[in-house]
């Protein structure tokens, strides 16, 4: 059974910080993606990472994806106040499914 | 261009009621599911599609129904609404994951409160 895991679950930073949030997931996948969700809203697609060594940015965001580690990592760059979210990845389980992360509910102070 | 819609926004059920959450994409999308998503938590499939007149069960089917006679309309029915389906309900559409990019288009939501 697929199980995708993130950490950290709650990641509260300064503005103009690094950070990086980690996916884990438990069996065999080259698709991946990352969403975003503000509060009280529906969630967004960021990016989708089809292959090993895929690296994908936008803005202050970057993903990337190690299909052999089963990792993807999703690095903040001098965080601003506007990329407070939670933010989750998914892994396609299958020909029809995504399993979600539990998400990181991530808020930048000023 | 719409993308997903649902209706409605929010609801209020009596114990025991039912009702229908509609959900409806325009772009051609074979695959389409329905997900829940309790307060802080992530998002469990309830079910999904991958095409007109094919359905199965997600990982959280029980207390709920669906059909799916278009490819454009995936409605969610609930039956004899209980409190532990408070939750926030969500559609999604894709294109098939296997092929192409394969990432889920969202709606809106539709907020459901049963009390």
């Known amino acids: 059974e697929l199980k995708v895991e993130q950490n950290p679950l709650f990641l509260s930073m300064q503005e103009g910080k690094n950070y990086t949030i980690y996916c884990n997931y438990s069996?065999?996948?080259?698709?991946l993606y990352w969403y975003r969700q503000d509060p009280g809203k529906s969630l967004e697609s960021l990016f989708v990472?089809?292959?090993?060594?895929a690296v994908k940015q936008e803005g202050r965001l970057m993903a990337s994806l190690d299909t052999k580690a089963r990792l993807s990592t999703l690095h903040i760059t001098a965080a601003v106040h506007d990329l407070s979210a939670t933010y989750f990845c998914a892994v396609a389980g299958g020909t029809y499914k995504y399993i979600f992360g539990t998400g990181t509910r991530l808020k930048v102070l000023a | 261009n719409a993308g997903v819609t649902q209706t409605p926004k929010f609801r209020i059920l009596k114990i025991g009621q039912s009702m229908t959450l509609q959900c409806t994409q325009d772009?051609?999308?074979?695959?389409m599911y329905w997900y829940r998503q309790d307060p802080g938590m992530g998002l469990k499939l309830i079910y999904y599609s991958v095409g007109a007149g094919i359905t199965d069960k997600g990982e959280v089917p029980n207390g709920y129904n669906v059909s799916r006679s278009t490819t454009e309309d995936f409605p969610l029915r609930l039956e004899l609404a209980a409190p532990s389906q408070t939750s926030v309900y969500f559609c999604?559409?894709?294109?098939?994951?296997?092929?192409?990019?394969?990432?889920?288009?969202f709606g809106p939501g539709t907020r459901l409160t049963v009390t």
């Open positions: 999604a559409s894709s294109s098939a994951p296997s092929t192409a990019r394969g990432e889920q288009y």
């Open positions: 772009m051609n999308h074979n695959y």
């Open positions: 990472l089809l292959s090993n060594g």
């Open positions: 069996t065999t996948s080259d698709r």
